[in-house]
């Protein structure tokens, strides 16, 4: 059974750092890609980062550019969110995607989210 697990979110202080991890378990024979979304109160859920895991290549949404900082262990099945100079804006719950492969076919978990509160 495949398990996404979030973890490392809390409170900080604004301009402060903070680093999510994201764990993929269970089954998995690869992994395509993995990614970032963030849902803030009222609004919707909105991509923030991808981990791309066939080319390595990482991509960012304008808003956190600059700022965050997607990269995978060495295993493989882990990304982290490094995330820098944090402000207000960017309090949210931080989901999870992971693109993997079972056997030859294709399919996607989320996890459960993990609070990020920006405040002083």
């Known amino acids: 059974q495949v398990r996404v697990v979030e973890s490392g979110g809390g409170l900080v202080q604004p301009g402060g750092s903070l680093r999510l991890s994201c764990a993929a378990s269970?089954?998995?024979?690869?992994?395509?890609?993995m990614k970032w979304y963030r849902q803030a109160p009222g609004k919707e859920r909105d991509w923030v980062a991808t981990?791309?895991?066939?080319?390595?290549?990482?991509n960012y949404a304008d808003s956190v550019k600059g700022r965050f900082i997607i990269s995978r262990d060495n295993a493989g099945n882990t990304v982290y969110l490094q995330m820098n100079s944090l402000k207000p804006e960017d309090t949210a719950v931080y989901y999870c995607y992971a693109g993997v492969r079972i056997g030859t076919l294709r399919y996607d978990f989320w996890g459960q989210g993990t609070q990020v509160t920006v405040s002083s």
């Open positions: 269970g089954g998995i024979s690869g992994i395509y890609d």
């Open positions: 981990f791309t895991a066939t080319s390595g290549g990482t």
